[in-house]
Protein backbone atom coordinates (compact mmCIF):
# COMPACT_ATOMS: atom_id res chain seq x y z
CA UNK A 1 0.00 0.00 0.00
CA UNK A 2 1.26 3.28 -0.76
CA UNK A 3 1.44 6.23 1.66
CA UNK A 4 0.96 9.78 0.83
CA UNK A 5 3.65 11.91 2.48
CA UNK A 6 2.34 14.40 5.68
CA UNK A 7 1.66 17.89 4.32
CA UNK A 8 3.67 20.41 6.56
CA UNK A 9 1.40 22.90 8.45
CA UNK A 10 1.95 26.04 10.14
CA UNK A 11 0.47 24.15 13.16
CA UNK A 12 3.97 22.44 14.14
CA UNK A 13 5.95 25.13 13.76
CA UNK A 14 4.26 27.92 15.51
CA UNK A 15 4.78 25.56 18.47
CA UNK A 16 8.31 25.09 17.78
CA UNK A 17 9.23 28.42 17.20
CA UNK A 18 7.43 29.24 20.75
CA UNK A 19 9.56 27.25 22.79
CA UNK A 20 12.67 28.54 20.81
CA UNK A 21 12.00 31.86 21.77
CA UNK A 22 10.95 31.49 25.22
CA UNK A 23 14.53 28.91 25.24
CA UNK A 24 16.00 31.83 23.83
CA UNK A 25 14.46 34.52 26.35
CA UNK A 26 15.33 32.28 29.09
CA UNK A 27 18.45 32.12 28.06
CA UNK A 28 19.10 35.42 27.28
CA UNK A 29 17.65 36.07 31.29
CA UNK A 30 20.51 33.56 32.26
CA UNK A 31 22.99 35.74 30.74
CA UNK A 32 22.07 39.01 32.03
CA UNK A 33 21.56 37.75 35.91
CA UNK A 34 24.55 35.47 35.96
CA UNK A 35 26.83 37.20 33.29
CA UNK A 36 26.04 40.93 32.79
CA UNK A 37 24.52 41.89 36.03
CA UNK A 38 25.85 39.54 37.93
CA UNK A 39 28.36 41.76 39.93
CA UNK A 40 25.22 44.24 41.10
CA UNK A 41 23.25 41.23 42.41
CA UNK A 42 26.17 39.80 44.10
CA UNK A 43 26.45 42.94 46.08
CA UNK A 44 22.65 43.32 47.11
CA UNK A 45 23.09 39.11 47.82
CA UNK A 46 26.12 40.10 50.52
CA UNK A 47 24.12 43.23 51.52
CA UNK A 48 21.51 41.20 52.53
CA UNK A 49 23.75 38.29 54.51
CA UNK A 50 27.18 40.54 55.32
CA UNK A 51 27.59 43.90 56.62
CA UNK A 52 30.77 46.16 57.41
CA UNK A 53 30.84 49.02 59.99
CA UNK A 54 32.99 51.68 61.79
CA UNK A 55 35.09 50.24 65.18
CA UNK A 56 35.43 53.57 66.09
CA UNK A 57 38.85 53.69 68.29
CA UNK A 58 38.91 54.48 72.19
CA UNK A 59 39.06 58.21 72.22
CA UNK A 60 41.55 59.77 74.63
CA UNK A 61 40.83 61.05 78.19
CA UNK A 62 41.12 64.86 79.15
CA UNK A 63 42.43 64.81 82.37
CA UNK A 64 42.95 67.92 84.81
CA UNK A 65 46.74 69.09 85.40
CA UNK A 66 46.54 66.74 88.45
CA UNK A 67 45.44 64.00 86.54
CA UNK A 68 41.40 64.01 87.51
CA UNK A 69 39.24 62.89 84.51
CA UNK A 70 36.97 65.54 83.24
CA UNK A 71 36.00 63.40 79.74
CA UNK A 72 36.00 60.22 79.49
CA UNK A 73 35.55 57.39 76.93
CA UNK A 74 32.55 54.67 78.02
CA UNK A 75 31.73 51.68 76.52
CA UNK A 76 28.06 52.02 73.78
CA UNK A 77 26.45 50.22 71.28
CA UNK A 78 24.85 51.22 68.22
CA UNK A 79 21.64 49.50 66.99
CA UNK A 80 20.68 48.03 63.17
CA UNK A 81 17.65 46.79 61.88
CA UNK A 82 17.69 44.45 58.75
CA UNK A 83 15.31 45.78 56.77
CA UNK A 84 14.68 42.46 54.67
CA UNK A 85 14.04 40.91 57.85
CA UNK A 86 11.25 43.22 59.16
CA UNK A 87 9.43 42.29 55.47
CA UNK A 88 7.21 40.43 57.64
CA UNK A 89 4.52 43.04 59.53
CA UNK A 90 3.98 40.65 62.14
CA UNK A 91 6.96 39.81 62.71
CA UNK A 92 8.23 43.53 62.53
CA UNK A 93 5.12 44.48 65.18
CA UNK A 94 7.06 41.60 67.40
CA UNK A 95 10.22 43.07 67.42
CA UNK A 96 10.11 46.42 66.99
CA UNK A 97 7.86 46.65 70.55
CA UNK A 98 10.63 44.56 72.27
CA UNK A 99 13.15 46.77 70.74
CA UNK A 100 11.65 49.93 71.99
CA UNK A 101 10.90 47.91 75.60
CA UNK A 102 14.84 47.95 75.98
CA UNK A 103 16.17 51.06 74.53
CA UNK A 104 12.80 53.21 74.98
CA UNK A 105 11.02 55.02 72.07
CA UNK A 106 8.22 54.24 69.98
CA UNK A 107 7.68 51.26 68.21
CA UNK A 108 5.31 52.49 65.61
CA UNK A 109 8.40 54.65 64.85
CA UNK A 110 11.16 52.39 64.69
CA UNK A 111 8.92 50.44 62.54
CA UNK A 112 9.06 53.52 60.34
CA UNK A 113 12.76 54.15 59.77
CA UNK A 114 12.82 50.66 58.94
CA UNK A 115 10.30 50.61 56.24
CA UNK A 116 11.74 53.77 54.19
CA UNK A 117 14.90 51.26 53.49
CA UNK A 118 13.87 47.91 51.14
CA UNK A 119 17.38 46.67 52.19
CA UNK A 120 20.65 46.78 54.49
CA UNK A 121 20.78 48.02 57.71
CA UNK A 122 19.46 50.65 59.33
CA UNK A 123 20.57 52.65 62.46
CA UNK A 124 18.04 53.23 64.78
CA UNK A 125 19.66 54.08 67.96
CA UNK A 126 23.21 55.07 68.68
CA UNK A 127 24.67 54.77 71.84
CA UNK A 128 22.85 53.29 74.04
CA UNK A 129 24.32 52.28 77.40
CA UNK A 130 26.99 49.02 77.30
CA UNK A 131 24.93 47.00 79.82
CA UNK A 132 21.22 47.58 77.81
CA UNK A 133 23.09 46.32 74.70
CA UNK A 134 24.35 43.23 76.59
CA UNK A 135 20.70 42.10 76.83
CA UNK A 136 19.65 42.93 73.55
CA UNK A 137 22.38 40.76 72.60
CA UNK A 138 20.96 38.19 74.97
CA UNK A 139 17.14 38.05 73.41
CA UNK A 140 18.24 37.98 70.18
CA UNK A 141 15.50 40.12 68.47
CA UNK A 142 15.09 38.95 64.66
CA UNK A 143 16.70 41.37 62.59
CA UNK A 144 18.35 43.57 65.51
CA UNK A 145 22.24 43.82 64.57
CA UNK A 146 24.46 45.61 67.99
CA UNK A 147 27.77 47.16 67.10
CA UNK A 148 30.39 48.61 69.36
CA UNK A 149 30.62 52.63 69.67
CA UNK A 150 32.43 54.99 72.35
CA UNK A 151 30.49 57.78 73.70
CA UNK A 152 31.83 60.43 76.07
CA UNK A 153 31.04 60.74 79.65
CA UNK A 154 31.87 63.90 82.02
CA UNK A 155 32.60 62.99 85.75
CA UNK A 156 32.25 67.01 86.49
CA UNK A 157 29.01 67.57 84.84
CA UNK A 158 29.61 70.80 83.45
CA UNK A 159 32.62 71.89 84.67
CA UNK A 160 34.76 73.40 82.47
CA UNK A 161 32.24 72.64 79.07
CA UNK A 162 33.60 75.77 77.29
CA UNK A 163 37.51 74.30 77.21
CA UNK A 164 37.02 70.91 76.93
CA UNK A 165 34.10 71.04 74.27
CA UNK A 166 32.13 68.01 72.93
CA UNK A 167 32.02 65.06 70.29
CA UNK A 168 29.41 64.58 67.49
CA UNK A 169 27.41 61.78 66.36
CA UNK A 170 30.65 60.51 64.42
CA UNK A 171 32.81 60.62 67.31
CA UNK A 172 34.60 63.65 66.00
CA UNK A 173 35.33 67.05 68.53
CA UNK A 174 32.88 69.56 67.70
CA UNK A 175 33.80 72.86 70.36
CA UNK A 176 36.45 73.08 72.65
CA UNK A 177 40.01 71.43 73.25
CA UNK A 178 37.92 67.97 71.52
CA UNK A 179 38.19 69.54 68.36
CA UNK A 180 41.16 71.41 68.59
CA UNK A 181 43.06 68.27 69.32
CA UNK A 182 40.62 66.05 67.53
CA UNK A 183 43.26 64.25 65.43
CA UNK A 184 45.25 63.28 68.48
CA UNK A 185 42.56 62.54 70.79
CA UNK A 186 40.37 60.50 67.85
CA UNK A 187 42.84 57.89 67.18
CA UNK A 188 42.43 55.70 64.26
CA UNK A 189 38.90 53.48 63.28
CA UNK A 190 39.10 50.05 62.63
CA UNK A 191 36.58 48.17 60.75
CA UNK A 192 34.37 45.59 61.84
CA UNK A 193 32.34 42.56 59.21
CA UNK A 194 29.50 40.81 60.21
CA UNK A 195 26.66 38.07 58.57
CA UNK A 196 23.00 37.12 59.11
CA UNK A 197 21.26 33.76 58.76
CA UNK A 198 17.90 34.07 56.35
CA UNK A 199 15.84 35.39 59.15
CA UNK A 200 18.30 38.60 59.59
CA UNK A 201 20.02 37.43 63.17
CA UNK A 202 23.72 37.65 63.35
CA UNK A 203 25.42 34.39 62.76
CA UNK A 204 27.55 33.70 66.05
CA UNK A 205 30.64 33.05 64.76
CA UNK A 206 29.96 35.38 61.66
CA UNK A 207 31.51 38.29 62.99
CA UNK A 208 35.45 39.23 62.80
CA UNK A 209 37.80 42.30 62.82
CA UNK A 210 38.97 43.56 59.20
CA UNK A 211 41.65 46.42 60.90
CA UNK A 212 41.89 47.22 64.54
CA UNK A 213 41.22 50.65 65.70
CA UNK A 214 44.50 52.49 67.52
CA UNK A 215 43.43 54.37 70.37
CA UNK A 216 43.97 58.01 70.55
CA UNK A 217 46.53 59.78 73.13
CA UNK A 218 45.36 61.32 76.48
CA UNK A 219 45.72 64.96 76.77
CA UNK A 220 46.49 66.28 79.91
CA UNK A 221 45.26 69.95 80.37
CA UNK A 222 47.23 72.85 82.61
CA UNK A 223 43.44 73.25 84.12
CA UNK A 224 43.19 72.95 87.76
CA UNK A 225 39.60 71.57 88.69
CA UNK A 226 39.69 73.09 91.88
CA UNK A 227 40.51 76.64 90.28
CA UNK A 228 38.34 75.78 87.75
CA UNK A 229 35.22 75.45 90.10
CA UNK A 230 36.66 78.62 91.97
CA UNK A 231 36.40 80.69 88.62
CA UNK A 232 32.77 79.78 87.61
CA UNK A 233 31.70 80.18 90.77
CA UNK A 234 33.10 83.40 90.84
CA UNK A 235 32.26 84.42 87.92
CA UNK A 236 28.56 83.43 87.82
CA UNK A 237 28.35 85.40 91.24
CA UNK A 238 29.45 88.50 90.14
CA UNK A 239 27.31 88.47 86.72
CA UNK A 240 24.41 87.80 88.78
CA UNK A 241 25.35 90.84 91.40
CA UNK A 242 26.10 93.26 88.29
CA UNK A 243 22.97 92.13 86.45
CA UNK A 244 25.49 91.46 83.60
CA UNK A 245 25.16 89.91 80.25
CA UNK A 246 28.35 87.62 80.45
CA UNK A 247 31.94 87.88 80.51
CA UNK A 248 35.31 85.79 81.56
CA UNK A 249 37.51 85.01 84.86
CA UNK A 250 41.03 83.61 83.80
CA UNK A 251 43.47 82.37 86.39
CA UNK A 252 47.15 81.34 84.46
CA UNK A 253 50.43 81.38 85.76
CA UNK A 254 52.42 84.56 84.74
CA UNK A 255 55.60 82.64 84.74
CA UNK A 256 54.73 79.99 82.17
CA UNK A 257 51.77 80.70 80.21
CA UNK A 258 49.92 77.79 81.94
CA UNK A 259 45.60 78.83 81.88
CA UNK A 260 44.90 77.16 85.56
CA UNK A 261 41.27 78.22 85.10
CA UNK A 262 39.39 79.61 82.28
CA UNK A 263 35.48 80.41 82.81
CA UNK A 264 33.66 82.06 80.11
CA UNK A 265 29.56 83.17 80.35
CA UNK A 266 27.01 82.32 78.75
CA UNK A 267 28.21 79.15 77.74
CA UNK A 268 26.58 75.94 77.24
CA UNK A 269 26.12 72.67 79.06
CA UNK A 270 26.64 69.30 78.27
CA UNK A 271 23.14 68.73 80.57
CA UNK A 272 21.30 71.03 78.66
CA UNK A 273 23.03 71.33 75.31
CA UNK A 274 20.92 70.44 71.78
CA UNK A 275 22.29 71.44 69.04
CA UNK A 276 18.81 71.77 66.60
CA UNK A 277 18.59 75.45 68.50
CA UNK A 278 20.10 78.00 67.11
CA UNK A 279 20.52 79.94 70.66
CA UNK A 280 22.41 77.27 71.80
CA UNK A 281 24.98 77.52 68.55
CA UNK A 282 25.87 80.70 70.23
CA UNK A 283 26.91 79.45 73.27
CA UNK A 284 29.58 77.23 71.82
CA UNK A 285 32.42 79.84 71.34
CA UNK A 286 34.39 80.88 74.30
CA UNK A 287 34.42 84.29 74.92
CA UNK A 288 37.67 84.64 76.56
CA UNK A 289 39.36 83.58 73.22
CA UNK A 290 36.63 84.67 70.63
CA UNK A 291 34.85 88.18 71.78
CA UNK A 292 36.99 91.46 71.13
CA UNK A 293 36.82 94.50 73.52
CA UNK A 294 37.94 97.95 74.28
CA UNK A 295 39.89 97.13 77.75
CA UNK A 296 39.87 100.43 78.73
CA UNK A 297 42.42 101.46 81.89
CA UNK A 298 43.86 98.36 82.66
CA UNK A 299 45.77 99.33 78.86
CA UNK A 300 47.87 102.21 80.87
CA UNK A 301 49.36 99.66 82.63
CA UNK A 302 51.33 98.62 78.99
CA UNK A 303 51.46 102.55 78.38
CA UNK A 304 53.86 102.36 81.44
CA UNK A 305 55.48 99.77 81.11
CA UNK A 306 56.60 100.99 77.58
CA UNK A 307 57.32 104.58 78.71
CA UNK A 308 59.76 103.20 82.11
CA UNK A 309 61.77 100.49 79.21
CA UNK A 310 62.03 102.97 76.60
CA UNK A 311 63.47 105.71 79.88
CA UNK A 312 60.94 108.73 79.31
CA UNK A 313 59.22 108.36 82.27
CA UNK A 314 60.40 107.05 85.51
CA UNK A 315 57.89 106.36 88.45
CA UNK A 316 58.56 109.95 89.95
CA UNK A 317 58.55 111.46 86.75
CA UNK A 318 55.94 114.65 87.39
CA UNK A 319 53.43 116.40 85.58
CA UNK A 320 50.16 118.78 86.40
CA UNK A 321 47.24 117.24 85.62
CA UNK A 322 44.35 120.19 84.32
CA UNK A 323 41.58 117.38 83.99
CA UNK A 324 41.55 117.66 79.75
CA UNK A 325 44.28 116.71 76.89
CA UNK A 326 44.12 118.86 74.04
CA UNK A 327 45.47 116.46 71.26
CA UNK A 328 45.07 118.14 67.70
CA UNK A 329 42.35 120.35 68.99
CA UNK A 330 40.20 117.80 70.45
CA UNK A 331 39.74 117.85 74.34
CA UNK A 332 40.31 114.42 76.02
CA UNK A 333 39.04 114.39 79.91
CA UNK A 334 39.52 112.08 82.82
CA UNK A 335 37.13 109.26 82.81
CA UNK A 336 35.78 110.99 86.36
CA UNK A 337 36.37 114.40 84.77
CA UNK A 338 38.62 115.50 88.29
CA UNK A 339 41.74 117.32 88.17
CA UNK A 340 44.57 115.77 89.71
CA UNK A 341 46.80 118.51 89.84
CA UNK A 342 50.83 117.22 90.17
CA UNK A 343 50.89 113.45 89.57
CA UNK A 344 53.92 111.14 89.27
CA UNK A 345 53.63 108.19 86.95
CA UNK A 346 52.51 106.15 90.20
CA UNK A 347 49.66 108.46 90.60
CA UNK A 348 48.64 108.34 87.22
CA UNK A 349 48.33 104.48 87.72
CA UNK A 350 46.49 104.72 91.20
CA UNK A 351 44.18 107.54 89.90
CA UNK A 352 44.01 106.31 86.82
CA UNK A 353 44.06 109.21 84.85
CA UNK A 354 43.82 109.91 81.72
CA UNK A 355 45.62 112.62 80.79
CA UNK A 356 48.92 110.79 82.52
CA UNK A 357 48.50 107.71 80.26
CA UNK A 358 48.36 110.61 77.12
CA UNK A 359 51.63 112.41 78.75
CA UNK A 360 53.44 108.97 78.41
CA UNK A 361 52.26 108.33 75.25
CA UNK A 362 53.42 111.23 73.54
CA UNK A 363 56.65 111.14 75.03
CA UNK A 364 56.97 107.79 73.36
CA UNK A 365 55.73 108.81 69.92
CA UNK A 366 53.61 106.83 67.71
CA UNK A 367 56.33 104.51 65.88
CA UNK A 368 58.12 103.85 69.83
CA UNK A 369 54.67 103.20 71.43
CA UNK A 370 53.42 100.75 68.35
CA UNK A 371 56.56 98.82 68.69
CA UNK A 372 55.65 98.44 72.03
CA UNK A 373 51.96 97.11 71.32
CA UNK A 374 53.78 94.61 68.68
CA UNK A 375 55.95 93.53 71.27
CA UNK A 376 53.06 92.75 73.83
CA UNK A 377 51.45 90.96 70.97
CA UNK A 378 48.55 93.08 70.52
CA UNK A 379 46.80 92.64 67.06
CA UNK A 380 47.86 88.49 66.66
CA UNK A 381 46.64 85.66 67.86
CA UNK A 382 47.86 84.28 71.38
CA UNK A 383 48.81 80.54 70.22
CA UNK A 384 46.22 79.10 72.51
CA UNK A 385 44.87 75.78 71.72
CA UNK A 386 41.67 76.68 71.46
CA UNK A 387 39.69 76.95 67.77
CA UNK A 388 38.22 80.71 67.12
CA UNK A 389 40.46 82.87 68.37
CA UNK A 390 40.46 86.72 67.20
CA UNK A 391 43.83 88.71 66.60
CA UNK A 392 42.75 91.58 67.71
CA UNK A 393 42.47 94.76 66.00
CA UNK A 394 43.78 98.95 66.37
CA UNK A 395 44.59 101.40 64.17
CA UNK A 396 48.22 101.65 63.37
CA UNK A 397 50.44 105.08 62.44
CA UNK A 398 50.97 103.86 58.59
CA UNK A 399 46.81 103.32 57.78
CA UNK A 400 45.42 106.28 55.85
CA UNK A 401 43.09 107.56 58.18
CA UNK A 402 45.59 107.62 61.43
CA UNK A 403 45.09 110.83 63.79
CA UNK A 404 47.28 111.48 66.94
CA UNK A 405 44.10 111.33 68.34
CA UNK A 406 44.55 107.53 68.30
CA UNK A 407 47.52 107.60 70.42
CA UNK A 408 46.18 109.41 72.76
CA UNK A 409 42.80 107.13 72.81
CA UNK A 410 44.85 103.56 72.52
CA UNK A 411 47.40 104.83 75.48
CA UNK A 412 44.25 104.24 78.31
CA UNK A 413 42.64 101.72 76.05
CA UNK A 414 39.81 103.31 73.89
CA UNK A 415 40.60 102.90 69.74
CA UNK A 416 42.29 99.06 70.49
CA UNK A 417 40.32 96.05 70.80
CA UNK A 418 41.87 93.05 72.41
CA UNK A 419 40.23 89.87 73.58
CA UNK A 420 40.48 88.95 77.28
CA UNK A 421 42.84 86.29 76.81
CA UNK A 422 45.22 88.58 74.75
CA UNK A 423 45.38 91.41 77.92
CA UNK A 424 45.77 89.01 80.20
CA UNK A 425 48.82 87.81 78.12
CA UNK A 426 50.09 90.97 77.84
CA UNK A 427 49.75 92.54 81.44
CA UNK A 428 51.61 89.03 82.65
CA UNK A 429 54.67 89.56 80.40
CA UNK A 430 54.59 92.93 82.00
CA UNK A 431 54.95 91.68 85.32
CA UNK A 432 56.60 88.28 84.87
CA UNK A 433 60.12 90.07 83.75
CA UNK A 434 59.49 90.94 80.93
CA UNK A 435 58.61 87.70 78.83
CA UNK A 436 55.79 87.63 76.49
CA UNK A 437 54.56 83.75 76.60
CA UNK A 438 52.49 81.64 74.73
CA UNK A 439 49.39 80.69 76.64
CA UNK A 440 48.34 77.25 76.70
CA UNK A 441 45.92 75.25 78.03
CA UNK A 442 47.59 71.75 77.61
CA UNK A 443 50.41 70.57 79.62
CA UNK A 444 51.06 67.47 77.78
CA UNK A 445 49.99 64.19 76.02
CA UNK A 446 50.24 60.52 77.03
CA UNK A 447 50.23 58.60 73.74
CA UNK A 448 48.89 55.43 73.62
CA UNK A 449 52.29 53.35 74.06
CA UNK A 450 52.23 55.31 77.66
CA UNK A 451 54.68 57.87 76.63
CA UNK A 452 54.63 61.25 77.93
CA UNK A 453 55.25 64.14 75.74
CA UNK A 454 55.12 67.48 77.72
CA UNK A 455 54.09 71.14 76.38
CA UNK A 456 57.15 73.50 77.44
CA UNK A 457 56.68 77.08 77.83
CA UNK A 458 57.40 79.12 74.78
CA UNK A 459 58.46 82.44 75.03
CA UNK A 460 57.57 84.65 72.01
CA UNK A 461 59.09 88.06 72.82
CA UNK A 462 60.93 89.79 75.39
CA UNK A 463 58.94 92.97 75.37
CA UNK A 464 60.30 95.05 78.29
CA UNK A 465 63.78 94.61 80.40
CA UNK A 466 63.35 92.53 83.52
CA UNK A 467 64.17 95.54 85.72
CA UNK A 468 61.87 97.63 84.12
CA UNK A 469 59.26 94.62 84.88
CA UNK A 470 60.54 94.84 88.77
CA UNK A 471 59.62 98.41 88.80
CA UNK A 472 56.04 98.13 87.23
CA UNK A 473 55.81 95.33 90.16
CA UNK A 474 55.75 97.87 92.79
CA UNK A 475 53.64 100.66 90.99
CA UNK A 476 50.90 98.01 90.59
CA UNK A 477 51.16 97.00 93.94
CA UNK A 478 51.14 100.60 95.04
CA UNK A 479 47.50 100.68 93.36
CA UNK A 480 45.84 98.05 95.12
CA UNK A 481 47.73 99.15 98.25
CA UNK A 482 47.52 102.60 98.01
CA UNK A 483 47.43 103.62 101.65
CA UNK A 484 43.44 103.52 101.67
CA UNK A 485 40.43 101.52 101.20
CA UNK A 486 40.96 99.70 98.23
CA UNK A 487 38.01 96.80 96.83
CA UNK A 488 40.69 94.48 94.79
CA UNK A 489 43.38 94.44 98.35
CA UNK A 490 43.10 90.75 99.01
CA UNK A 491 42.45 90.15 102.82
CA UNK A 492 45.92 87.54 103.13
CA UNK A 493 48.26 88.16 100.22
CA UNK A 494 50.08 91.22 98.93
CA UNK A 495 49.16 92.00 95.55
CA UNK A 496 49.37 94.15 92.45
CA UNK A 497 46.84 94.91 89.63
CA UNK A 498 44.90 97.74 87.83
CA UNK A 499 41.42 98.28 86.62
CA UNK A 500 39.23 98.97 83.43
CA UNK A 501 35.79 100.78 82.90
CA UNK A 502 35.27 100.72 78.84
CA UNK A 503 32.15 102.27 77.18
CA UNK A 504 31.04 99.89 74.49
CA UNK A 505 32.06 101.62 71.22
CA UNK A 506 29.41 102.23 68.65
CA UNK A 507 29.61 104.23 65.16
CA UNK A 508 30.60 107.72 65.88
CA UNK A 509 31.38 107.15 69.19
CA UNK A 510 30.42 105.17 72.65
CA UNK A 511 26.80 103.86 73.98
CA UNK A 512 26.30 104.10 77.60
CA UNK A 513 26.82 100.14 78.10
CA UNK A 514 29.95 99.45 79.44
CA UNK A 515 32.62 96.69 80.24
CA UNK A 516 33.92 96.69 83.80
CA UNK A 517 37.34 94.47 84.27
CA UNK A 518 40.30 93.96 86.89
CA UNK A 519 43.77 92.36 85.77
CA UNK A 520 46.12 91.88 88.72
CA UNK A 521 48.54 89.63 90.03
CA UNK A 522 49.80 87.92 93.78
CA UNK A 523 51.91 87.75 95.79
CA UNK A 524 53.49 91.26 94.74
CA UNK A 525 57.45 90.04 95.15
CA UNK A 526 56.56 86.36 93.46
CA UNK A 527 53.85 86.37 91.84
CA UNK A 528 51.79 82.97 91.22
CA UNK A 529 48.91 83.75 89.92
CA UNK A 530 47.34 86.35 87.27
CA UNK A 531 43.56 86.83 87.47
CA UNK A 532 41.73 88.93 85.12
CA UNK A 533 38.16 89.35 85.75
CA UNK A 534 35.93 91.38 83.01
CA UNK A 535 32.15 91.72 83.25
CA UNK A 536 29.97 92.44 80.21
CA UNK A 537 27.49 95.26 80.10
CA UNK A 538 26.88 95.74 84.35
CA UNK A 539 23.26 97.27 84.41
CA UNK A 540 24.25 98.66 87.78
CA UNK A 541 26.98 100.75 86.38
CA UNK A 542 29.77 99.76 88.62
CA UNK A 543 33.48 100.53 87.68
CA UNK A 544 35.99 98.00 87.28
CA UNK A 545 37.38 98.86 90.64
CA UNK A 546 34.20 98.30 92.17
CA UNK A 547 32.53 95.28 90.39
CA UNK A 548 35.41 93.53 89.40
CA UNK A 549 38.37 94.08 91.75
CA UNK A 550 36.69 92.11 94.48
CA UNK A 551 36.39 89.13 92.59
CA UNK A 552 39.95 89.86 92.08
CA UNK A 553 40.71 89.68 95.41
CA UNK A 554 38.46 86.73 96.43
CA UNK A 555 39.61 84.33 93.78
CA UNK A 556 43.80 85.76 95.02
CA UNK A 557 42.77 84.65 98.68
CA UNK A 558 40.58 81.29 98.29
CA UNK A 559 43.83 80.01 95.05
CA UNK A 560 46.97 81.08 96.41
CA UNK A 561 45.39 79.66 99.81
CA UNK A 562 44.48 76.27 97.72
CA UNK A 563 47.97 76.29 96.19
CA UNK A 564 49.40 76.14 99.53
CA UNK A 565 51.32 79.72 99.74
CA UNK A 566 51.48 80.84 103.18
CA UNK A 567 49.83 83.87 104.07
CA UNK A 568 51.32 87.58 104.03
CA UNK A 569 49.25 89.38 106.12
CA UNK A 570 46.21 89.75 108.69
CA UNK A 571 43.24 90.14 107.54
CA UNK A 572 42.09 93.94 108.40
CA UNK A 573 38.91 94.97 110.30
CA UNK A 574 36.01 96.23 108.34
CA UNK A 575 36.61 95.16 104.85
Known amino acids: MAFEPAQ ?199 RYVARQPVPGADVVLTIDRRLQELAERELRNAIEEHRATGGALIIMDPNTGEILALASEPSFRYSTLDLSREDQLELLRNRAVTDLYEPGSVMKVITAAAALDAGVVTPNTSYVDTGVAWVAGVPIRNWDYNVYGTQTMTGVLQHSINTGAIFMAERLGAERFHQYLDAFGFGRRTGVELQGETPGIFRRPSDPDWSPVDLATQSFGQAISVTPLQMAVAFAAAINGGRLLEPHVVRGYVLPDGTWRPVEPKVIDQAISPQTSATLRQMLGAVVDPGWYHPANPRYYTAGGKSGTANVPVVNGYNDRQIASFVGFAPLQNPRILVMVKLDDNADLQTGTQAAGPVFARVVDEALRYLGVPPEKEPEGGR
Not at 37 to 60: C, I, N, W
Request: glycine share 12%; hydrophobic share 45%; proline share 5%.
Open 8 to 206: RTGRVWLPAAGFGLFGLLVLARLVQLQVLDHPEFAAKAASEMVAADTLYARRGAILDRNGHPLALTVDTWDVYVSARAWRNESAAVRASEALAKAIGGDAFTIRQRVREHESGDILVARDIPFEVGRELERQGIPGVTLLPNIGRAHPEGDLGASVIGFIGADNSGLAGIEAALDSLLGGTPGRAIFERDSAGRPIPLG
